[in-house]
């Protein structure tokens, strides 16, 4: 009897450490997932810096104000901070990537000692000037390099998890095709420093909004939480979706549902007020092109309409590979709205929906009372760098320099081979902003 006993005591606790065991690799799994989309999301945020750092310089080049001019070059230094901030969360201890962030920090600097003169008495120099122009084409250099990288990881399913392990593995390293890629920026910038000015203090940031939107929303619990998720997710097994959420002080709290299901993995931010999505990403091998690009915009348009998102416009709309990624505005009355905007991603293999970010949507959307142009669209046209051929024109709503909404006639244009869109304040002629669009994407794939 007693020898049962004894038996039965042992197979409680070989279950019970088996249980034990088996909750600790849950655990694991779920704090892996997390820091895998950590990683990813600084790796991207980092590419799409150094994107809007290469577009902003050459902003910069086709302004025709000294008052826009200023804080044009207060933006770029921000931008170079937040690329650098990018950087830094990158498991790259191991990996020298100073150069780089030195890189960042020159602009940054040279950009800062630019805006803080009066440019009315003392504007740009002609030295300066080729100055600015070398930054913009070092910039677009490793513009490249990264679009490389992100290209591969994209296409070979890498995850950022191997590449720290790599890097913390005694021996060789030249098999893993991220780090390769990664100091393939190394070196390139390290040509560019002697030529460049020093280092920079860290950037400023503009002023935020609230989410406006979410303003008289009920709370939602954790279990409904998880079925918003699992429905956006398209998850089946909901036991396959680890839920969290964030602690106090959180610029909005949400509910993060991440999951993983063989070489698929992703996550959703969901609002806590409103049960909303803010953010949502999915990675998966994506097939060959099966579909158009106009028909990835109709699946973004009716994924949108199911959520709830009414009166949106296609704004642009781009594809990198075999996916199409789709921006909208806001549209009241005609008039378009800048801030209120929405970015979806399609799989051109099938057409699901592979990303979502609302967030833009969600701090500012609202009806608005727009006010009557105070000018005409002809007077404001004269406002325009006249080098600039317009193409096309609107009214729009914007957010000017003070975070302030303004209302602006927007003017698309070309100027030798570059395209901008320019903003003319409606009430007072003032030239609010001056951006320049990314041209054709390039071909990236590996024959």
Do not use: C
């Not at 698929?264 to 060959?288: A, E, M, S, W």
């Not at 709205?337 to 099938?350: H, P, Q, R």
């Not at 979502?356 to 969600?362: A, E």
């Not at 051929?389 to 070309?414: K, R, S």
Request: no cysteine; charged share 25%.
């Amino acid at each position: 009897m007693k020898r049962w006993i004894l038996i039965a005591l042992l197979a409680v606790v070989v279950l019970g450490t088996a249980f034990w065991g088996y909750q600790e690799h849950q655990e694991k799994n779920a704090i892996l997932i997390q820091a895998e989309n950590n990683y990813q999301r600084a790796f991207h945020n980092l590419a799409y810096h150094i994107d809007l750092l290469h577009d902003q310089i050459g902003t910069a080049l086709a302004m025709n104000s000294d008052k826009r001019l200023s804080p044009q070059m207060v933006d770029i230094w921000r931008i170079t901070s937040e690329a650098s901030s990018d950087v830094g969360q990158l498991p790259l201890a191991l990996l020298p990537f100073n150069k780089t962030e030195e890189f960042l920090s020159q602009v940054g600097d040279f950009t800062y000692q630019t805006a803080v003169r009066n440019l009315d008495d003392s504007p740009l120099t002609d030295e300066e000037t080729e100055k600015l122009k070398q930054l913009y084409n070092q910039s677009a250099e490793i513009e490249q390099e990264l679009r490389k990288v992100q290209h591969i990881a994209l296409e070979e399913n890498l995850r950022w998890m191997d590449v720290q392990v790599a890097l913390a593995t005694e021996g060789d390293k030249g098999d893993n095709t991220v780090i390769d890629g990664l100091k393939t920026v190394e070196k390139k910038v390290e040509g560019f420093s002697e030529a460049n000015a020093e280092p920079s203090i860290m950037g400023t940031s503009t002023k935020d909004h609230e989410y406006k939107y979410l303003e008289g929303s009920k709370k939602i619990s954790e279990n409904e939480a998880l079925k918003i998720s699992k429905d956006i997710l398209k998850v089946k097994d909901p036991s396959k979706i680890n839920l969290s959420e964030t602690g106090k002080g959180a610029d909005v709290p949400v509910y993060t549902a991440t999951y993983v299901n063989g070489d698929q993995h992703g996550f959703v931010d969901i609002t806590k007020q409103g049960g909303n999505p803010i953010t949502l990403l999915k990675n998966r091998p994506v097939d060959k092109k099966k579909i158009s690009l106009n028909e990835g915009m109709e699946n973004a348009t009716k994924y949108m309409k199911q959520l709830g998102f009414e009166d949106m416009v296609l704004f642009q709309s781009s594809q990198y590979d075999n996916i199409g990624s789709f921006t909208y505005l806001y549209s009241q009355d005609g008039v378009r709205v800048y801030s209120d905007t929405i970015e979806v991603k399609v799989a051109l293999d099938n057409g699901e929906i592979l990303g979502l970010t609302s967030q833009n949507y969600m701090k500012n959307h609202r009806e608005r009372k727009i006010p009557k142009p105070k000018i005409s669209n002809t007077e404001a046209k004269e406002m325009v760098n006249p080098n600039v051929n317009i193409q096309e024109e609107f009214l729009a709503i914007i957010d000017n320099d003070l975070g302030e909404e303004v209302l602006a006639y927007e003017f698309l244009g070309v100027n030798g081979d570059d395209t901008y869109r320019i903003f003319i304040n409606a009430l007072d002629g003032k030239e609010e902003k001056v951006e320049k669009l990314g041209g054709s994407e390039m071909n990236y794939a590996i024959n």
